[in-house]
Structures are given as structure tokens and as C-alpha cells.
């Protein structure tokens, strides 16, 4: 276990749709990542934040957008959804966000998009 | 961009050391170069991480020569649990207009056999 709480597990849902994945970082952590996994893909960096400022942006679609709250939990939304985002999406954190920084990963969100 | 290549799988056995190494031919300065350890369905987890040389922890070896366009990864006396996807990431330190280029390599899958 590492900490990393994501909710849902698994989520299906039809092409057009928007939904919000959450994600709360291990106690202490003040960086959150968000990457997407498909099959095809491997793993995709998308969206950094650091105590509630975005840090960095890797292939994140203009459909998705994220937040990091106050209490530093974090939220991805995808909206319009596609066929081609059905993926399995992580979230990790970690302490500061620097590039020895040990990121842990969450268990991830299963989305399948009919 | 740093990108990585790596064997898309190799097979082992129950004790013996296991090597995989991962090519990055272009890998900048700034640079960072760790790798993961994923499951089926679960999030990657942290192995090690360098910049130059060997590092050495509780679970693996990082072998960096000099020129750095390569790491070796080294798993002593693996046993069946270490069946897994290895992914090799090249990366450059936060905050300096390059995080959002981070870029997980294909992985490589290890199967350890009795």
C-alpha cells in the first residue's frame, strides 16, 4: 500500500461523457501526478501540481483538466469523452515534487468508455 | 527528448542476477534516470534512481557509465515475485521548462521461472 488513495476503481461510461477522478496524496505529500496507461500507449506523463499550482504539463488533452485542492487532494476531469480514453489513470505523489523526489504511485482508476 | 529503449522482455530464473539495460542516447544533462517496477493492474513502484556511476540499495543496482547513454539495472537472486514490467524514465529536474517532457519507456517484462 502506498498510501495513494484513488476512487473510483473502475468506471464505465459512454463516449460524450464527462466524469471527475480523485485522487487523495500520501500524508505529507504536496506534489501530485496524473498519468494515463492504455495498451497502446504505455505510460503517459499528464499533469503535475504542487501545493495547488500546476508544475509542469506533459500530453494532457484540452478535454481533460485537473486541480489540486487546499487540502491537497486532487481531481482529473475528462469530458467529451472518447473511445480512445478508455485507459487505466494514476495518480502519485510526492514530497516536493523534485526530480530525486520518489513518486508513489495509487492503484488506479480502470475507465472504460462504451 | 530523452527517449529510452529497452528489450520488450526477457526470461529468468528462480536466483539468478537478472540485467536489463535501457538505451538513452540522447539524454540531457540535467537528466535523471530511474526506474519502476508494475504489476498487472497496479501502479508503477520506485526501484532506484541515479545520475552517474552505480547506486546501490536494498533491492537493485543502477549501473551508469560514463557517457551515460545507457543504465543497467540489476536484480540480484530474483525470485518469482519479481515477475513484473521494468520501465526505465529519463527525466530532467522540475521547474526548469523541461518536467513536462517526462517520458516512461516502454518497459521491459521480466518473467522469472521456477
Known amino acids: 500500500d502506498s498510501g495513494v488513495t484513488q476512487t473510483p476503481k473502475h468506471l464505465i461510461t459512454a463516449t460524450g461523457q464527462r466524469v471527475t477522478l480523485r485522487c487523495s496524496p500520501r500524508s505529507g505529500d504536496l506534489s501530485v501526478y496524473w498519468y494515463q496507461q492504455s495498451l497502446d500507449q504505455g505510460l503517459q506523463f499528464l499533469i503535475q501540481?504542487?501545493?495547488?499550482?500546476?508544475?509542469a504539463k506533459g500530453n494532457i488533452l484540452e478535454r481533460f483538466s485537473a486541480q489540486q485542492f487546499p487540502d491537497l487532494h486532487s481531481e482529473l476531469n475528462l469530458s467529451s469523452l472518447e473511445l480512445g480514453d478508455s485507459a487505466l489513470y494514476f495518480c502519485?505523489?510526492?514530497?516536493?515534487?523534485?526530480?530525486?523526489?520518489?513518486?508513489?504511485f495509487g492503484p488506479g482508476t480502470r475507465l472504460t468508455v462504451l | 527528448l530523452a527517449k529510452t529503449t529497452q528489450p520488450i522482455s526477457m526470461d529468468s530464473y528462480e536466483g539468478q542476477e537478472v540485467n536489463i539495460t535501457c538505451s538513452h542516447n540522447n539524454i540531457a544533462t540535467n537528466d535523471y534516470i530511474t526506474w519502476y517496477q508494475q504489476f498487472p493492474s497496479q501502479g508503477p513502484r520506485f526501484i532506484i534512481q541515479g545520475y552517474k556511476t552505480k547506486v546501490t540499495n536494498e533491492v537493485a543496482s543502477l549501473f551508469i557509465p560514463a557517457d551515460r547513454k545507457s543504465s543497467t539495472l540489476s536484480l540480484p537472486r530474483v525470485s518469482l515475485s519479481d515477475t513484473a514490467v521494468y520501465y526505465c524514465?529519463?527525466?530532467?529536474?522540475?521547474?526548469?521548462?523541461?518536467?513536462?517532457?517526462?517520458?516512461f519507456g516502454a518497459g521491459t517484462r521480466l518473467a522469472v521461472h521456477p
Open positions: 501540481y504542487y501545493n495547488g499550482e500546476e508544475r
Open positions: 524514465l529519463v527525466g530532467p529536474l522540475p521547474f526548469s521548462g523541461g518536467y513536462n517532457k517526462l517520458i
Open positions: 502519485a505523489s510526492s514530497v516536493d515534487g523534485g526530480s530525486t523526489d520518489t513518486q508513489y
